[in-house]
């Protein structure tokens, strides 16, 4: 009997040894790495104890502010418009890394930035009202407002910017999230709505439709596909091509046919400039095959194949690089199909390098830095990504989206009195499931003011019969009627 | 033969005369292990002042009584001790005729509790009574150890293989009950001290490696049949990441391991400012996570002296076990001290990211009625093998 309790109580010394090891390891040897984790309380004192800039809108709405609190933290993060801007502002959790608006411009917000001026200096001296910088965003709340209203339940997005500055107007992605329970300083809160947003799914709430993910753009790439086509030199507007009934692929049996499971016009041939107004599938498919590298060019100009220069960062959207023996394909991606996928934020880059004349404007969120305490603003001056195309091409282009607008395939987008420049896209995506809806646009044609792009994933409620004409199209008219009256163009 | 036999015979009477009688001219107070006592009320004392540190700030920023975790706790600690009075008043060779009973009183609840019971964090075991939440599966633990000892101490420690498969069947369907709650880290408790009993009771090593062989079986089947959810996995297996992801399930051990590595050797002091403790980081501080609020108030030499005292009382539990005057008494006290010794380890363990996060709760320290009021139970039966080891057997 001796021998086995004697058995019994060396292995239960065995557990306690374990634990009193560990204990020696982290109370002892590591203990002063872990005092110095992020995560560790003091750190997060001192990240709450400087009044943290408000972010305002440029039509003067916070957005994210400090409150005082009367806790050990003196001020707390909120998100007074909750949802609307989640994706934009992102949030800053008690524990972990900030994101959005609030990473991307930390240093300005917590007065921690590089320049420090006089009255900074002068602040830290007296130990006075040390706070961080306001940072206004180019967003429209009224604008933005409105992109929410039109998505309504559908899974989407809408962008809306300004072509020549490139500054965002309105940038909404449904679903969103509430970023207040994510900057709770109840941990036990934060986390349990964090999960309640399935955080490790790609089509959690927490990732941003219009910035953070791709999907096939379907017939708004053609707005690309006939940029690239000028640029080759090889065709114009009225450049001719055959109109078949279906296109037969190079290599395969296989055949690429219209939406309409028929020819285009039935004369037995079509020029670039139809084509791209009726969305003639067979034209952009043999332009695909005929001048793939110019369009793979093109697509890297307009900002393909990396992450977009925009301050919060984007996903990158995707143009293959196809090889010979895989030539169907190529036919495809003239249609932005197979293998091509966009965030709804570059395809708002195309339309945008369209009214901008051929330069691909830095699409951005900052309007300007506000120090408060100094009364200093800095403001940054726009820049572009480079020239996709030529201004000569980049107007023809524009008159083709323009006759989409008026007898095309975007009727829906026409608006009163000014001339609206569109492309539609009803983009097939898996098998078996409704069709994309897309919409590209910008108005007025002769001076743009606003481009617009959106994206309702599955074609949203209108399901099976969803097309980029009946349901985006009329997405993208609100906002830039809306627009038209805000700023009084 | 009935239930009865199956644990052996109840003693009622020992030499004529009525137990109860006997008992209170005989089973002399004496004979008590005050040093047991001492021991267990040292830790309950030093638990109740750690609930407090980790209740006592968040409850008065919530404008609460900042005693009323500590208030409630108490409260256990007086039920516990009646308890315990109640339990070693009586021999337990005569609890051991009730063991039938309660055996299957307790199967009958842990089965009720999956039907009844209620859902906090994806297990289902507790009972609402209103004022108070019952946790089932904290009393079976003793239950447990009293009905496989009664069986085993039957065979008196020369086991055949029916044996063994006898006395992991009695242990087998609670464990059962209680993994499909889902509450892994008990279940773990119960395979454990079912082992140290198998041990006690002289299980070949023949019967430990056909039991190796169908555990890993098991675990074969539990991964390949998705038995358990996936977040059970990535629970238990989190633990094994060294640079857990603040905003994952690594975030509960994160914060835990933090609060304790800033404790330091000296601590931050009982209540200062500024710790996680005092500010609400660790999760479920005060229950299963008590052992952060000793790490960093206390520091090392606050964790140390903890340890020692669970293994001063490990020690005074084995010790009662070699002094039993039966095989039951020792197959008793063995197991609680297993039980004891294996929590204190998966608990503790936890918080210093050794062991998986499950909810296991450290004894006699973390916050909670039916683990308290079981570990209560456990002292009384210790005190009473202790007390009556000179008894005729």
């Known amino acids: 009997m001796e021998r086995q309790i004697r058995r019994v109580g060396i292995a239960l010394i065995a557990l306690f040894l374990a634990v009193f090891v560990q204990l020696n390891y982290v109370q002892i040897f590591a203990a002063s790495d872990i005092a110095n984790n992020g995560a560790n309380s003091r750190a997060l004192i001192k990240k709450y104890s400087v009044k943290r800039g408000s972010i305002v809108t440029i039509d003067e709405v916070e957005i994210a502010r400090s409150v005082a609190t009367r806790g050990k933290y003196k001020y707390k993060r909120t998100y007074p418009e909750g949802e609307l801007f989640a994706h934009i502002t992102g949030y800053l959790p008690f524990a972990g890394e900030a994101t959005g608006v609030e990473a991307a411009f930390n240093d300005d917000l917590s007065g921690e930035g590089g320049t420090l001026s006089m009255q900074d200096l002068q602040d830290r001296l007296l130990g006075s009202g040390e706070r961080g910088d306001d940072v206004m965003l180019s967003i429209d709340s009224r604008l933005q407002e409105i992109a929410r209203d039109s998505l309504g339940e559908n899974t989407g997005a809408i962008v809306a910017l300004d072509p020549t500055t490139g500054e965002i107007r309105a940038m909404y992605s449904n679903p969103s999230f509430d970023p207040n329970p994510l900057a709770s300083f109840n941990t036990g809160t934060a986390e349990d709505y964090y999960q309640t947003l399935d955080p490790d799914s790609g089509t959690s709430p927490l990732v941003a439709v219009a910035t953070r993910r791709t999907f096939p753009p379907g017939s708004t790439f053609k707005v690309l596909t006939a940029s690239a086509a000028l640029e080759s030199g090889r065709f114009q507007p009225d450049s001719t091509f055959p109109d078949p009934n279906e296109l037969e692929l190079p290599l395969t049996n296989q055949t690429l046919t219209n939406y309409s499971n028929t020819a285009c016009t039935g004369s037995g041939q079509i020029d670039l400039f139809t084509a791209l107004r009726i969305s003639c599938d067979t034209t952009f498919g043999i332009i695909g095959l005929r001048v793939p590298d110019d369009i793979r060019e093109m697509a890297g100009r307009m900002g393909f194949n990396e992450s977009l220069p925009l301050e919060i960062g984007t996903a990158v959207s995707r143009f293959p690089n196809i090889p010979d023996d895989e030539e169907p394909l190529r036919a495809y991606a003239g249609i932005g199909q197979g293998e091509v996928a966009a965030t709804t934020l570059q395809m708002a880059l195309i339309a945008a390098a369209v009214a901008n004349g051929g330069d691909v404007p830095v699409p951005r969120l900052l309007h300007r830095i506000i120090d408060a305490s100094a009364g200093t603003v800095s403001e940054p001056e726009p820049e572009t990504m480079g020239e996709a195309m030529s201004a000569q091409n980049a107007n023809d282009v524009k008159r083709m989206m323009v006759a989409v607008v008026e007898s095309g395939t975007g009727t829906n987008a026409r608006i009163e009195g000014i001339e609206v420049a569109g492309k539609t896209g009803t983009a097939q995506s898996a098998e078996g499931a409704n069709p994309h809806a897309w919409f590209i646009a910008f108005a007025p044609a002769n001076d743009p003011q606003l481009v617009v792009a959106v994206f309702v994933q599955n074609g949203g409620s209108f399901g099976a019969e969803a097309t980029g004409g009946l349901v985006a199209a009329p997405m993208a008219k609100a906002l830039l009627e809306a627009d038209r009256r805000l700023r009084d163009w | ?393």
Do not use: C
Not at chain 2, 166 to 176: H, V
């Open chain 2, 1 to 393: 033969m009935g239930m009865q036999g199956i644990f052996g015979e109840g003693v009622d009477r020992i030499g004529g005369e009525p137990v109860a009688a006997r008992m209170a001219k005989k089973a002399p107070l004496r004979h008590l292990d005050p040093t047991l006592l001492i021991i267990t009320f040292t830790l309950v004392a030093y638990g109740a002042l750690m609930v407090y540190s980790a209740t006592a700030g968040k409850q008065e920023s919530a404008g609460l009584d900042p005693s009323a975790f500590l208030n409630r706790q108490l409260f256990y600690v007086t039920i516990g001790f009646f308890l315990l009075l109640a339990v070693s008043f009586f021999d337990y060779r005569h609890i051991r005729s009730f063991t039938p009973i309660i055996y299957g009183a307790t199967v009958i609840t842990l089965i009720a509790v999956l039907i009844v019971g209620e859902e906090r964090n994806g297990t289902k075991g507790w009972f609402d009574l209103g004022v108070y939440d019952l946790q089932p599966a904290e009393i079976a633990k003793v239950i447990v150890i009293l009905a496989v000892a009664a069986f085993l101490a039957e065979r008196k420690t020369d086991l055949g293989a029916s044996d063994v498969a006898g006395a992991l069947a009695i242990a087998g369907i609670p464990s059962f009950l209680i993994f499909v709650q889902p509450d892994l880290g008990t279940m773990m408790v119960f395979v454990v001290l079912t082992l140290a009993l198998l041990v006690l009771g002289g299980a070949k090593l023949l019967h430990f490696a056909a039991l190796f062989a169908v555990g890993l079986v098991a675990i074969v089947v539990v991964f390949q049949f998705d038995v358990i959810e996936d977040y059970q996995i990535t629970r238990l297996t989190s633990f094994l990441d060294a640079t857990p992801d603040v905003r994952s399930e690594g975030y509960n051990q994160a914060q835990s391991l933090i609060a304790i590595g800033s404790g330091g050797v000296r601590g931050k002091g009982f209540r200062s400012p500024d710790t996680q403790t005092t500010l609400d980081f660790v999760p479920e501080q005060h229950t299963d996570f008590i052992f952060t609020a000793v790490g960093e108030q206390l520091g090392f030499f606050g964790s140390a002296a903890l340890l020692l005292l669970f293994a001063l009382l490990i020690w005074r539990a084995l010790r009662i076990a070699t002094m039993s005057r039966d095989l039951f008494g020792t197959l008793v006290a063995g197991g609680i001290a297993a039980m004891w010794a294996f929590q204190v380890f998966l608990n503790i363990g936890m918080t210093m990211g050794i062991m998986p996060i499950t909810g296991v709760p450290l004894p006699f320290l973390s916050f909670g009625g039916s683990a308290m009021l079981a570990n209560f139970v456990a002292v009384g039966l210790l005190l009473n093998i202790h007390m009556r080891r000179f008894l005729r057997a």
